[in-house]
């Protein structure tokens, strides 16, 4: 990797703790650069200003790892379960979400500027109810939306109770087996 990479790549993963603490009003560029190692000069060469700097850094670290999460439509409760697990192992993923429906889109797709950035899991819970695994009288959309709420139930942003990574096993296993329970009863017939 190149200096300029390294040097991106510090300043992202700098800018992602710093947005997710402080949310985007909150966030300092000084901090930023200071604890990437940078100047600011070069945060502004490479993103321009803070506003591009916190989209490349929720592509980077919510669109990719979500990505990275398959939804199996035929194992709805498996997908909500790993879900629940990636937001618990990534504290920041929600916080990042949060601050930008706080701070951005506090109605309508959060993510609506990544066009069909959820089309093949739509397409998928969709061709499941065809086959008869998924519920019927619900629309993918809204089905899809319903397991990433159910997932992030003990979330950061939680307003219930926030789960962290080094809560009990056997508490996790619990609030993995009611998870998958829940989908299990809600959405499959």
């Known amino acids: 990797m190149g200096d300029g ?7 992202l993963e700098a800018a992602a703790a ?37 989209d490349a850094v929720l592509a980077e ?25 990636a937001y618990v192992e990534h504290p920041e993923l929600v916080r990042l979400a949060t601050w930008s429906r706080l701070e951005r889109s506090p109605t309508g797709d959060l993510f609506a500027a990544w066009e069909g950035h959820d089309k093949g899991k739509l397409a998928a819970i969709e061709a499941a109810q065809r086959d008869g695994q998924v519920v019927d009288d619900l629309a993918p959309l809204d089905i899809h939306s319903l397991l990433i709420s159910l997932s992030h139930t003990w979330a950061a942003a939680s307003l219930t109770h926030a789960a962290a990574p080094e809560d009990p096993d056997k508490t996790h296993e619990r609030r993995r087996a009611a998870l998958a329970t829940t989908v299990r009863r809600a959405l499959t017939p």
Do not use: C, M, W
Not at 5 to 11: D, E, G, H, K, V
């Open 5 to 11: 990479q390294a040097t991106r790549r510090r300043i």
């Open 18 to 54: 710093e947005f997710a603490e402080h949310g985007i009003a909150g966030a300092r560029v000084d901090r930023i650069a200071a604890n990437a190692k940078a100047n600011k000069a070069q945060l502004y060469a490479y993103y321009g200003n803070k506003d591009a700097l916190f």
């Open 61 to 85: 670290h919510v669109g990719s790892n979500l990505d990275q999460i398959p939804l199996t439509a035929e194992d709805l409760p498996g997908y909500a379960v790993r879900l629940y697990d």
